[in-house]
């Protein structure tokens, strides 16, 4: 049981961008911001926990943080994680289904 809890905090949310909807589109791609300790593994669990689909493969990037300031203040936003998942043909996740 608390592997399962572990597995649905690893997914925070889609990651939605120009680049992610023409990805999607042609090559069958989502991409979801994840917690940071979490591994090509875990990923795959909790979407196949989600939405029961095949995964064909999994990429994941660190996205550094930029530094942002001020005239007196400098600071950094914080790093994050993002997950290409690649589905097999024919495979589809419906976003809107889900919520219902």
Known sequence: MIYQERLLKILKSTHVSEKTSIQSEKYNTFVFKVAKYA?????????????SVKI?????????????????????????????????????????????
Request: charged share 25%; aromatic share 6%; glycine share 6%.
């Open 56 to 100: 064909n493969n999994i990429n994941t990037v660190v996205v550094s943080g930029k530094s942002k300031g001020t005239a007196n203040h400098v600071g950094r936003r914080s790093s994050w994680k993002k997950a290409y998942v690649v589905l097999e043909k024919n495979q589809k996740i419906d976003f809107i289904d889900t919520i219902e």
């Open 39 to 51: 591994t090509k593994t875990d990923i795959k669990n909790a979407i196949n926990i989600l939405f």
